[in-house]
């Protein structure tokens, strides 16, 4: 194999040497298949490519200090990606067969899980998609469960820097009591055009307010939200909202660090009142906020006026990090080393 050059990866896809998956045909999964090539071969008809009958995961396994390669939470992922099959009528991939997947894609690809040193890791993306034909709008009767893994370079190559939100009130990410809490690809096509446009003017993603009113925060297009004052970590309850592991995660660590963390609704007004504020989830673990520009309004929100995170996002991205790696105890069970 030539070289990869783990210092200077990007989070873009890479071919790994196998990806493994399962079939559900005839009202049951089968056996977990290892497949070399990237290609899947499907009926035209599939309803995946025609009633959204799709959802993912997102996970990452890191190399430690010693050497052993640990996977963050897969079971949480695994609970999720079951949610979102009950949301699109798909067949739920059981835990069971979820965790074995992820630890198959780790065992196979294990050249391909990025050296301790290199502060990158190994990013597993878990896919459900129906494949069984429809043309009538209906679930499909078959289904396909694929993992594929690539490295990925640490988010932050020139280190943890804040970055840059708008809010829009010309799109919705998710209706109301829509898909927003299933990790749906779908909800992915609808946020393009907006994300695009906060591109073009320099921002690094959109900060959706609710559908309904306009009123609250909901999250930041593929991140929650999070800010943080007097002490207390405080992160929007939303139907719309997804739930993010990594959120979940930093609302348990800000406590252990001594902070109050509370989970309710965020009234647009009190961003003012922030003292700092982040985007959370796999990715980036945490992406400061620098500002957020209301582009209706005009009225910008500013969190760091030194082009510096605050110190509560860095303590509780280093500490995360430290979990994941297995530089820290891991108190809470999250991490699972891979036996290889
Ligand atoms: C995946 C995702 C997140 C982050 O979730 P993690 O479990 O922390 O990776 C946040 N918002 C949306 C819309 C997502 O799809």
């Given at each position: 194999?030539?070289?990869?050059?783990?210092?200077?990866?990007?989070?873009?896809?890479?071919?790994?040497?196998y990806?493994?998956?399962?079939?559900?045909?005839?009202?049951?999964?089968g056996?977990?298949?290892?497949?070399?090539?990237?290609?899947?071969?499907?009926?035209?008809?599939?309803?995946?490519?025609?009633?959204?009958?799709?959802?993912?995961?997102?996970?990452?396994?890191?190399?430690?200090?010693?050497?052993?390669?640990?996977v963050?939470?897969?079971?949480?992922?695994?609970?999720?990606?079951?949610?979102?099959?009950?949301?699109?009528?798909?067949?739920?991939?059981?835990?069971?067969?979820?965790?074995?997947?992820?630890?198959?894609?780790?065992?196979?690809?294990?050249?391909?899980?990025?050296?301790?040193?290199?502060?990158?890791?190994?990013?597993i993306?878990?896919?459900?998609?129906?494949?069984?034909?429809?043309?009538?709008?209906?679930?499909?009767?078959?289904?396909?469960?694929?993992?594929?893994?690539?490295?990925?370079?640490?988010?932050?190559?020139?280190?943890?820097?804040?970055?840059?939100?708008?809010?829009?009130?010309?799109?919705?990410?998710?209706?109301?009591?829509?898909t927003?809490?299933?990790?749906?690809?779908?909800?992915y096509?609808?946020?393009l055009?907006?994300?695009?446009?906060?591109?073009?003017?320099?921002?690094?993603a959109?900060l959706?307010?609710?559908?309904?009113?306009?009123?609250?925060?909901?999250?930041?297009?593929?991140?929650?939200?999070?800010?943080?004052?007097?002490?207390?970590?405080?992160?929007?309850?939303?139907?719309?909202?997804?739930?993010?592991?990594?959120?979940?995660?930093?609302f348990?660590?800000?406590?252990?660090?001594?902070?109050?963390?509370?989970?309710?609704p965020?009234?647009?007004?009190?961003?003012?009142?922030?003292?700092?504020?982040?985007?959370?989830?796999?990715?980036?673990?945490?992406?400061?906020?620098g500002?957020?520009?209301?582009?209706?309004?005009?009225?910008?929100?500013?969190?760091?006026?030194?082009g510096?995170?605050?110190?509560?996002?860095?303590?509780?991205?280093?500490?995360?990090?430290?979990?994941?790696?297995?530089?820290?105890?891991?108190?809470?069970?999250?991490?699972t080393?891979?036996?290889?």
């Amino acid at each position: 194999m030539s070289e990869i050059d783990w210092s200077n990866l990007s989070f873009s896809y890479m071919k790994a040497d196998y990806n493994v998956r399962c079939y559900y045909r005839d009202g049951k999964w089968g056996e977990l298949e290892i497949h070399s090539s990237e290609m899947i071969s499907m009926h035209m008809a599939a309803t995946c490519l025609h009633y959204g009958q799709e959802a993912f995961e997102g996970l990452k396994a890191f190399e430690g200090k010693d050497g052993k390669v640990r996977v963050f939470r897969m079971e949480e992922n695994a609970q999720r990606m079951i949610n979102s099959a009950n949301g699109l009528l798909m067949a739920p991939v059981p835990e069971e067969l979820f965790c074995n997947a992820v630890q198959k894609a780790i065992e196979l690809n294990k050249r391909f899980v990025p050296p301790y040193e290199s502060g990158a890791s190994l990013y597993i993306r878990p896919l459900l998609i129906g494949t069984g034909a429809k043309v009538g709008v209906s679930p499909a009767d078959e289904y396909l469960f694929i993992i594929f893994v690539t490295p990925v370079g640490p988010y932050f190559k020139a280190g943890f820097k804040p970055t840059n939100m708008m809010i829009t009130r010309l799109h919705d990410r998710a209706a109301p009591l829509g898909t927003g809490n299933i990790k749906a690809g779908g909800n992915y096509g609808a946020s393009l055009v907006a994300g695009e446009e906060a591109h073009h003017k320099g921002y690094s993603a959109v900060l959706y307010l609710d559908s309904r009113e306009k009123k609250f925060i909901d999250e930041c297009g593929p991140a929650n939200f999070f800010g943080i004052k007097n002490n207390t970590y405080i992160t929007p309850e939303s139907k719309s909202i997804l739930p993010s592991v990594t959120n979940k995660s930093l609302f348990q660590l800000a406590q252990d660090m001594g902070l109050k963390a509370e989970r309710r609704p965020i009234p647009l007004e009190e961003l003012e009142t922030f003292e700092e504020a982040g985007a959370c989830g796999t990715a980036a673990v945490i992406s400061p906020i620098g500002k957020i520009d209301d582009i209706d309004t005009g009225k910008s929100y500013i969190f760091s006026k030194d082009g510096n995170p605050g110190k509560n996002c860095e303590m509780l991205y280093k500490k995360l990090r430290a979990i994941q790696y297995g530089d820290e105890p891991d108190p809470y069970g999250w991490v699972t080393v891979i036996e290889i």
